[in-house]
């Protein structure tokens, strides 16, 4: 594999502006980029960028004291989840076309930080680990989540993976564990 340097997407800014997470649609008609202003930005497959948008902080009247942790798109490209480290993942429906109004879905408050998150294909629901130990599915049509494997120690979940038919999930912990 060759790769080779095509052009810049996201200049610099002045001071530190961390990308936190990003994520290419599986269509690959779109790519989101978010940095630690909590603007989720919005490029097409030849990355120029489309749209904007600023994530909302899990309660109203709170501080926007919180990082996006992760983000993925569904598997028909019209949706992206965003993990964030104030206990909630919002799936935020995008629409087929740039056009298409961004608005809120889904929203899963959880009762620890919500620390990674996948979107396994072929699969209407989302996965993310929590730093109690805790991996849950999000289930889009009943807006409830659900513990699918707690840490017997709670070790702080730092990654998932699912198979490519979306049918398995595995899930990596800061002890060094591994557990599908």
Not at 83 to 94: E, K, P
């Amino acid at each position: 594999m060759q790769l080779r340097y095509l052009k810049t997407i996201l200049p610099p800014s002045d001071g530190l502006q961390k990308v936190t997470s990003l994520t290419w649609a599986p269509n690959n008609g779109k790519l989101a980029a978010v940095t630690t202003d909590k603007v989720v930005y919005l490029f097409d497959d030849n990355g120029e960028r489309k749209d904007k948008f600023k994530t909302k902080p899990a309660e109203q009247n709170s501080a926007v004291n919180y990082v996006v942790r992760a983000m993925a798109f569904s598997p028909d490209s019209s949706k992206l989840a965003i993990a964030q480290s104030d206990n909630i993942v919002f799936v935020y429906r995008l629409g087929e076309t740039w056009a298409d109004k961004k608005s809120i879905c889904n929203k899963f408050l959880q009762n620890s930080p919500v620390t990674c998150l996948i979107w396994p294909r072929n699969r209407e629901d989302v996965v993310f680990g929590l730093a109690d130990g805790k991996v849950k599915l999000g289930m889009l049509k009943t807006n409830k989540s659900y513990t699918l494997y707690s840490h017997p120690e709670g070790s702080y979940v730092v990654s998932l993976a699912a198979s490519p038919n979306g049918q398995a999930v595995i899930c990596g912990h800061i002890d060094g564990s591994i557990y599908r």
